[in-house]
């Protein structure tokens, strides 16, 4: 009786230890397929506020890689006040979208505005017009950019075609505005012959 509840044990132990082993195989196995099916993304960006340049891999497969997006946050940091904020990491994909979108896959990004604080907002705010009171710059989901080299206009049209947030141009700052939220557009003191959304 005693030895066939230790055989019954053995069974157990070496059915859980399967058990446990078999996820990590499925895991692996479904990380390799996937980074088949999505290649590992690179962004190469350069902050035009504090001259930084960052060249960096943010995702393997479908994975986001956390020490790339602890970098990115502190890249993307307020440059008035050094204060960071964890971005939205589906941004990056928009950004690594676009470049490839306009045939230049990879290409370096200016990064004109990443983060801001609400102080940092509501200062801008009273200084200069076309900030938003509640801009998703505060909520880390949005990213203001240009390409050099890159027409600015040739670059809202194919963030706009991407579908996937909102998408703000600034023609006399030479500059758009990227982010997270719902599908919409607007321009920024436009000449009449371009439409203006929201
Ligand atoms: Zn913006």
Known sequence: MYASRRILW????????????????????????????APDRPLLLYNTHTGERLDIF??????????????LDYFLRDHRTGEVRHFDPRLYDI?????????????????????????????????????????????????DLRIPGVDTLQLRKAALALRRGGVGYYPHSDFIHVDTGRVRQWCFDCPASLISGD
Do not use: W
Not at 16 to 34: K, Y
Not at 106 to 116: N, P, S
């Open 95 to 143: 950004l690594a979208d676009l470049t490839a979108s306009i045939g230049h896959p990879g290409a370096e990004i200016d990064i004109v505005c990443g983060y801001r604080t609400p102080s940092t907002n509501e200062s801008l705010r009273a200084h200069t017009t076309g900030v938003a009171k509640n801009s998703l710059h505060i909520q880390a989901e949005a990213i």
């Open 58 to 71: 943010f995702r393997r497969g479908d994975q986001y890689i956390p020490d790339a997006l602890a970098k």
């Open 10 to 37: 053995a069974v157990l132990v070496v059915g859980a230890m399967l058990s446990l082993i078999a996820p990590a195989g499925a895991r692996a196995q479904s990380a390799d397929s996937s980074s088949q099916q």
